[in-house]
């Protein structure tokens, strides 16, 4: 992905997103320019039951406001579950939280 000193919702179409036990890992670009706050990534459980849908698991990124990947590691979700990892960016002259990118659905080992 391009370097970039801008963003925008949706910016990152598709995130690829590493299953491990009890955890996954997504990468992305960060912004150069000191325009993102913090990322907020969250896994997001696919398995749709009766009862009641649980919660994302969320964790906080601090930017590096240089132009380069960036990981994060979610941990505490279920093996054997099937989750999505969302990547939110809030702006730093807005202070609104953008959803930039999202990954397929996976199985956690």
């Known amino acids: ?10 910016r990152m179409d598709e995130l690829t997103a590493v299953p491990g036990a009890g955890s996954a890992t997504v990468s992305w670009m960060d912004v150069a320019g000191g325009v993102v706050t913090e990322y907020r990534v969250a896994a997001v459980s696919q398995d749709l039951g009766s009862g009641v849908t649980p919660d ?7 930017p590096t406001g240089r132009c380069e990947l960036i990981s994060a590691t979610v941990t505490g979700l ?10 939110d960016a809030v702006m730093t002259l807005s202070g609104r939280e953008y959803m930039i990118g999202r990954s397929r659905g996976f199985t956690v080992g």
């Not at 994302?56 to 601090?62: E, Q, R, S």
């Not at 279920?78 to 990547?87: A, D, E, I, K, M």
């Open 56 to 62: 994302p698991v969320w964790i906080t990124v601090a």
């Open 78 to 87: 279920t093996s054997g579950g099937r989750y999505v990892l969302w990547v």
């Open 1 to 10: 992905m391009p370097c970039t000193t801008w963003m925008y919702a949706g």
